[in-house]
């Protein structure tokens, strides 16, 4: 992927944030800048990566305040990129960069955050790459990182153009820990020993392609939990195991990788028979979900945060 269509990609972002807010839910917070991927870290807020200005944000979910947890970290070079996801060990924070090693001499990587304003690459994720390409056709060597996740010590690290997740140990060790066919794995959640990864599916991300499946550290199996939403980019827990997945809404079909048509994208609660309970729609652009007790906490490309109130069904919600 050149620098150009890579800029293409950003100019289609910006006409769907430009286009309005999210209609379902309420507005929490608004002003994010390249606001991505989020975690529920210390003190059950809520922190969002901010891409265009190498920043985290905390957000009270009760009050929406936000401060500042991390600033400093390599930012957007070409508008997308830059900060992507961010995650906690205990009460350490590690944040996952991405595109930006390709135009600007900062490392695509995990960063472990030491504090308000200081930081130490721990993997650099660009470089493993590069060094063990996939054998999927790619057209960026270094990947496109797109969620990490806490898990059993360590870090998982989906990459959605090299379609694996990799392994990050905090001493900076990278492996593979499972890799796919051409499915663009997106989101995760952990339960347990066990992975829940949403899938989008290759371009053109067909409802039937979009799925939430799981897997284990040891088995080679992957059980698809769910299917049938387009462009699903993340897979959260909520109360009593209730699970649920984020889904942009049907692909623009203008080129692979932009994205999909705003207000379109949705919450679903994943069934025990592997459909999809809608929970709300008309969302967009969503890139990420939190949820807290029984509301959902939705991140969009607009820079905003929108609270769903109870999204379980029963016995979980109300």
């Given at each position: 992927?050149?620098?150009?269509?890579?800029?293409?990609?950003?100019?289609?972002?910006?006409?769907?944030?430009?286009?309005?807010?999210?209609t379902?839910?309420?507005?929490?917070?608004?002003?994010?800048?390249?606001?991505?991927?989020?975690?529920?870290?210390?003190g059950?807020?809520?922190?969002?990566?901010?891409?265009l200005?190498?920043?985290?944000?905390?957000?009270d979910?009760?009050?929406?305040?936000?401060?500042?947890?991390a600033?400093?970290?390599?930012?957007?070079?070409?508008?997308?990129?830059?900060?992507?996801?961010?995650?906690?060990?205990?009460?350490?924070?590690?944040?996952?960069?991405?595109?930006?090693?390709?135009?600007?001499?900062?490392?695509?990587?995990?960063y472990?955050?030491?504090g308000?304003?200081?930081?130490t690459?721990?993997?650099?994720?660009g470089?493993?790459?590069a060094?063990n390409?996939p054998?999927?056709?790619?057209?960026?060597p270094?990947?496109v990182?797109?969620?990490?996740?806490?898990?059993?010590?360590g870090?998982?690290?989906?990459?959605g153009?090299?379609?694996?997740?990799l392994?990050?140990?905090q001493?900076?060790?990278?492996s593979?820990?499972k890799?796919?066919?051409?499915?663009?794995p997106?989101g995760?959640?952990?339960?347990?020993?066990t992975?829940?990864?949403?899938?989008?599916?290759?371009?053109?991300?067909?409802?039937?392609?979009?799925?939430v499946?799981?897997?284990?550290?040891k088995?080679?199996?992957?059980?698809?939990?769910?299917?049938?939403?387009?462009l699903?980019?993340?897979?959260?827990?909520?109360?009593?195991?209730?699970?649920?997945?984020?889904?942009?809404g049907?692909?623009n079909?203008?080129?692979?990788g932009?994205?999909?048509?705003?207000?379109?994208?949705?919450l679903?609660?994943?069934?025990?028979d592997?459909s999809?309970?809608?929970?709300?729609?008309?969302?967009?652009?969503?890139?990420?979900?939190?949820?807290?007790q029984?509301?959902?906490y939705?991140?969009?490309?607009?820079?905003?945060?929108?609270?769903?109130?109870?999204?379980?069904?029963?016995a979980?919600?109300?």
């Open positions: 992927m050149t620098e150009q269509s890579i800029k293409r990609i950003l100019a289609t972002l910006l006409v769907g944030v430009m286009l309005g807010p999210l379902a839910g309420a507005q929490l917070v608004t002003g994010l800048q390249g606001s991505a991927g989020s975690t529920v870290g210390p059950g807020d809520i922190f969002v990566t901010e891409g200005v190498g920043k985290v944000s905390r957000v979910p009760r009050s929406g305040n936000v401060t500042t947890f600033e400093g970290l390599p930012p957007s070079v070409i508008g997308i990129g830059g900060a992507a996801d961010v995650a906690f060990i205990d009460d350490t924070g590690y944040v996952l960069v991405t595109l930006v090693s390709l135009f600007s001499p900062a490392a695509d990587g995990v472990r955050i030491d308000p304003n200081s930081y690459l721990i993997a650099d994720l470089a493993y790459s060094a390409p054998d999927t056709p790619f057209d960026i270094t990947g990182q797109w969620s990490i996740e806490a898990y059993r010590g870090l998982l690290v989906s990459d153009h090299h379609n694996r997740v392994w990050v140990s001493d900076g060790e990278i593979e820990f890799t796919f066919g051409n499915i663009v997106t995760m959640d952990v339960s347990g020993k992975v829940y990864l949403a899938q989008t599916g290759a371009a053109p991300h067909l409802p039937a392609d979009g799925k499946v799981s897997f284990g550290p088995s080679d199996t992957v059980y698809v939990e769910a299917s049938g939403a387009p699903l980019l993340d897979v959260e827990f909520g109360r009593g195991r209730s699970l649920f997945a984020l889904s942009q049907e692909w079909g203008q080129f692979p932009s994205p999909a048509i705003p207000f379109d994208g949705a679903w609660e994943v069934n025990s592997g999809l309970r809608l929970i709300a729609d008309d969302i967009n652009l969503p890139t990420s979900v939190e949820i807290i029984n509301d959902a939705v991140v969009t490309l607009a820079g905003e945060i929108w609270r769903i109130e109870d999204i379980a069904s029963p979980f919600g109300r």
